[in-house]
T-cell receptor, first 114, second 109 residues
Framework: KAGVTQTPRYLIKTRGQQVTLSCSPI?????VSWYQQTPGQGLQFLFE???????NKGNFPGRFSGRQFSNSRSEMNVSTLELGDSALYLC?????????????FGQGTRLTVV | GQQVMQIPQYQHVQEGEDFTTYCNSS?????IQWYKQRPGGHPVFLIQ?????EVKKQKRLTFQFGEAKKNSSLHITATQTTDVGTYFC?????????FGAGTILRVKS
């Protein structure tokens, strides 16, 4: 079966702009989680969606938002980009929810803010 | 909130030497998962441990879950260059997986 697909793979944006990242989970998976990965901070949890509802949110500012569609595809949006937002953004899908079963990660979107 | 601590942060070993990474949670876990991320790649699931005191093996990798279900370890016997990468432990915390900071393994050949 197809894996988790994230688009785009690479992105360069200017400070102050906004960006939308997309994640298509494995077919049948209803939970999608988003993580920010930076060299010094590891995997930081952004939010988790299940059946179009945000069930949990990490400690990120309101500039970071997301949503999930009825087909379980998810998007995350970052507005008013800052240099510190440069990171690898990973999404992970799972069957029933994170922690209960294996999480499958996409290849990530590498965002560079200049 | 729940925290998952992982040590060491970094380890550089000679090929053929053993390697161990340790994971400690601030709370009791229903299960613990381990992931491996190759350089330039994304985390890939290795295993899930559920039972207190559980030990599982995958070839040269041995995973343990502590009796109190608050700590875990991953041991690699006779490391190879293919073992390089970052190893993460993760535990469930509400509707999210809480990851340790990871241990970066480098192997000198």
């Amino acid at each position: 079966k197809a894996g988790v697909t994230q688009t785009p793979r690479y992105l360069i944006k200017t400070r102050g702009q906004q960006v939308t990242l997309s994640c298509s989970p494995i077919s049948g998976h209803r939970s999608v989680s988003w993580y920010q990965q930076t060299p010094g901070q590891g995997l930081q949890f952004l939010f988790e969606y299940f059946s179009e509802t945000q069930r949990n949110k990490g400690n990120f500012p309101g500039r970071f938002s997301g949503r999930q569609f009825s087909n379980s595809r998810s998007e995350m949006n970052v507005s008013t980009l800052e240099l510190g937002d440069s990171a690898l953004y990973l999404c992970a899908s799972s069957l029933g929810g994170p922690g209960g079963t294996e999480a499958f990660f996409g290849q990530g979107t590498r965002l560079t803010v200049v | 909130g729940q925290q998952v601590m992982q040590i060491p942060q970094y380890q550089h070993v000679q090929e053929g030497e053993d390697f161990t990474t340790y994971c400690n949670s601030s709370t009791t876990l229903s299960n613990i998962q381990w992931y491996k991320q190759r350089p330039g790649g994304h985390p890939v699931f290795l295993i899930q441990l559920v039972k207190s005191g559980e030990v599982k093996k995958q070839k040269r990798l041995t995973f343990q879950f502590g009796e109190a279900k608050k700590n875990s370890s991953l041991h690699i016997t006779a490391t190879q260059t293919t073992d390089v990468g970052t190893y993460f432990c993760a535990g469930p915390g509400g509707n999210k997986l809480v990851f340790g900071a990871g241990t970066i393994l480098r192997v000198k050949s």
